[in-house]
């Protein structure tokens, strides 16, 4: 066993540092709340990547993928992280993408993925709904074969970012009267076909980063249709462990904490700075020594990718693990900002409001990223689920 | 041993509830907070009418001649009702200052004014830098004449836009973080030479950076014995919180209470979530949660008269107690509305704002955990 990384690695490295050093756009550096953010700031640095190859590293290299090792990847992200850059955005990357190129047709793999490669297309996820949350497969929305169209009809939730979407992956019931699992198809929709509304709903934080989606007699050709018609559930769940692997976050939380330090060393306790605290250092550890585990964890899943296993139970562990650390972080964070933890960021103000906000910079988004981040154990399958799942799918019980 | 109300206490509790739920409901706080006013000086006035603004004070000073068990009863209330109206800083911090050092002619100035809900306060104490040290102090009142000038920058001075008066802390004598060298002084807003910067807080308040740029006041501002400040501040602020791990305890009882609701009706996998054990677990752990800081808060309540370390001892106990009962329940409460949790439009999210903020204020659980280390 070696942990250490080789000289071809290294050099890998170093191409990737000066890449994104050379290209990254310079007005998205260290971009911080997402909801000042515009469709094309999501964009730039996908489309950037798109050009050199890079924007979609994990997928086969027919469709526009590296090559790179998983090793490579992990490199390649802990990078981005190095550099905050904003990523591209996982509904087509690393959830639709993988679906079409695996379950597709010639003629879907020819139609979306170069859009998703490219960064000109956006996608969004159909799969919550109102009365399904954590329990997927009792979801409502149906779509009723009609023609050489299915009609679709039912109410969508936590639709993120679909305020920019060109195109859904909506999962729809096809089979009202098969067991909950077994009459669900994966449909594209194209978000402009009259029917869709979207409907943005504010978070705790403060932004929009998620939707209601409704769907009124939506028309959609039937060659929309991913895979088998009734195995929709299939293709979820194989999206489901794609999106939790990516979920763990390890390198943007490893500078989540060297930025910890940071702010932790400017601000004072009784004199000194806070990160002399024994006790607040040692929460700092404390979180440094778990996020030290969990990157070996993911490291070792993905040297089982690398050996041919496909991404399994195990990136519940990495779910569960990864959030709980982004959450302890957001809320160390906030702790290490003291008073100025109150102030609302974007709240009215007696004077210019371009003026620069109230107390240090650091302190601006902790509160709301604290906020934020507690989506982070409900969403992708809350952490009961993925408990629920290693209980069943590991433990046998 | 008696942990009963009064009658009168119940009385006041019922009038306040019903005040709280018929006039300070979801949707009209919701509009309050984002009107430009910011809060309900029609509720505030409603507070005076009930005789809720002038409970902690003496009769003889125009008060109700209540203690700090009423205190704790009205907070709780508020609590559940997360009402913004600023109790804490104008009837607990200013009211405490002026009860406890107060001279004559100060009490018959400003007391009078609180009862009757005209005169609004604010407590500037906090810094950028002071990280809840009362004595870390950048602000300075330099003696001139037989008045003051005062100088500096306080920070999230809370309650501050609506505020006509400030207690505002500073040094004038000594270093800084010296223990002593601190006063208190009572100013009005408009004292030439105050600019403030006023904003929302993340938990729909209001609060304000408050700047001093040569701001002469006279002899009569100063509050108590000059540079002996630091020991009256502590007592006021430990009656301060106090009377928010009451506020706490109200919200939390409330979060519980919707989690518990929530659990019953929303179904997943075709039964109410409550009915999984691994949340049954959960509620029951949030709800001794709360019953342990509801006995820290009766505790730090009961000690506030005792002596100085018995007082503060309890007080940290609670604050830390309470604080981490409110950061449990605040997440439990978000994770168990799953998805609806996270949103502006459920009041969870609410609940678990303010019992977020409420750790930072007047010092945080490892702040308090510090204190009672030192006192033992």
């Keep these: 066993m070696n942990l250490e990384f080789t000289p071809e690695e290294q050099a890998f490295r170093d191409e990737v540092r000066s890449f994104i050093a ?10 911080g709340m997402r909801e000042d953010m515009s469709r094309e700031d999501f964009l730039a640095w996908h489309k950037i990547l798109g050009k050199k190859g890079w924007s979609v590293p994990a997928w086969p290299t027919e469709y526009g993928g590296t090559g790179w090792t998983p090793t490579q990847r992990y490199i390649w992200s802990e990078e981005n992280a190095r550099a905050s850059t904003v990523m591209p955005l996982p509904f087509g990357v690393s959830m639709v993408g993988p679906v079409i190129y695996t379950f597709g047709n010639a003629e879907q793999k020819a139609r979306h993925l170069p859009g998703i490669v490219s960064g000109e297309v956006w996608w969004c996820q159909g799969y919550s709904e109102p009365g399904a949350g954590s329990d997927l497969a009792s979801l409502k929305t149906t779509a009723v074969r009609d023609g050489d169209h299915y009609v679709i009809n039912g109410q969508k939730t936590w639709t993120t970012l679909a305020q920019h979407a060109d195109w859904g992956f909506f999962l729809c019931r096809t089979d009202p009267t098969a067991k909950a699992q077994e009459g669900i198809s994966f449909i594209l929709v194209d978000m402009k076909s009259p029917g869709v509304e979207v409907k943005p709903i504010k978070l705790l934080d403060g932004g929009y980063e998620v939707n209601e989606t409704w769907l009124t007699d939506v028309r959609v050709p039937v060659e929309n249709l991913v895979g088998v018609e009734n195995k929709g559930w299939t293709y979820a769940k194989f999206l489901l462990a794609h999106e939790r692997s990516g979920i763990a976050g390890v390198a943007r939380s490893k500078r989540g904490i060297e930025k910890l330090r940071e702010i932790a060393a400017n601000e004072s306790l009784d004199g000194a700075p806070l990160i002399k605290d024994f006790d607040f250092a040692r929460k700092v550890s404390q979180l440094e020594i778990d996020l030290a585990a969990l990157e070996i964890t993911e490291l070792r899943t993905l040297a089982g990718e690398q050996a ?60 709301a990223t604290y906020f934020n981040m507690r989506k982070t154990s409900i969403y992708g399958g809350s952490n009961e689920i993925q408990r629920n799942i290693i209980t069943k799918m590991i433990l046998g019980l | ?244 791990c009451a506020e706490a305890c109200g919200a939390m009882k409330v979060a519980h209470a919707m989690t518990v609701e929530y659990s019953r009706q929303r179904k997943q996998f075709g039964v109410p979530i409550g009915s ?61 509305h799953g998805g609806n949790g996270v949103t502006d439009e459920y009041a969870i999210g609410h609940f678990f704002k303010r019992l977020t903020i409420f750790d930072s204020e007047f010092g945080n659980v490892d702040h308090h955990l510090k204190r009672h280390v030192a006192l033992s």
């Design chain 1, 308 to 367: 041919g296993k496909g991404p399994g139970p195990e990136s519940s562990i990495l779910k569960i693990k990864g959030t709980e650390i982004q959450q302890r972080l957001t809320e160390l964070t906030l702790e290490a900002v003291g008073t100025y933890s109150a102030p609302y960021h974007g709240g009215v103000s007696n004077d210019n409001s371009n003026e620069h906000p109230v107390g240090p910079d650091y302190a601006q988004h902790a509160a």
């Design chain 2, 276 to 336: 999984f054990q691994v949340l049954q677990h959960r509620m029951v752990d949030m709800y001794t949660a709360y019953e342990q800081a509801v006995s820290l808060t009766y505790l730090a309540t009961l000690r506030l008269g005792s002596d100085e370390v018995e007082r503060k001892k309890a007080v940290s106990a609670a604050k830390v107690g309470v604080g981490q009962a409110a950061r449990l329940i605040g997440q439990e409460a978000v994770q168990i």
């Design chain 2, 1 to 244: 041993m008696d942990f009963n109300f009064t009658e009168e206490q119940g009385m006041v509790r019922d009038g306040l509830s019903r005040l709280v739920r018929e006039q300070y409901d979801w949707e009209t706080r919701r509009k309050a907070i984002a009107s430009g006013a910011g809060w309900r000086p029609e509720v505030w006035a409603q507070l005076a009418e009930l005789g809720i603004l002038g409970m902690p004070f003496s009769e003889a000073d125009g008060g109700f001649g209540g203690g700090a068990v009423d205190a704790m009863v009205i907070m709780e209330e508020f609590g559940k009702g997360l009402v913004i109206e600023p109790f804490v800083p104008t009837v607990v911090c200013a009211g405490g200052f002026l009860k406890h050092a107060g001279t004559d002619a100060q009490k018959e100035e400003h007391i009078g004014g609180i009862v009757s809900g005209e005169r609004v306060f604010a407590f500037a104490y906090a810094e950028p830098r002071g990280r809840f040290d009362y004595a870390d102090l950048e602000t300075t009142a330099k003696k001139d004449g037989a008045g003051y000038v005062l100088n500096g920058h306080k920070a999230v001075v809370i309650g501050a836009p609506w505020a006509s008066h400030l207690v505002v802390t500073a040094r004038t004598g000594g270093e800084r973080r010296d223990r002593s060298g601190v006063s208190v002084f009572v100013v009005a807003k408009d004292t030439a030479g105050i600019t403030t910067r006023d904003y929302v807080t993340v938990d729909g308040r209001r609060a304000s950076e408050v700047y001093f740029e040569n701001v002469a006041v006279g002899a009569e501002a100063l509050i108590g014995a000059e540079g002996e400040g630091l020991a009256l501040i502590e007592l006021v602020t430990d009656e301060a919180i106090a009377a928010l």
């Design chain 1, 22 to 31: 050379e290209n990254y756009p310079a007005h998205l550096a260290d971009f």
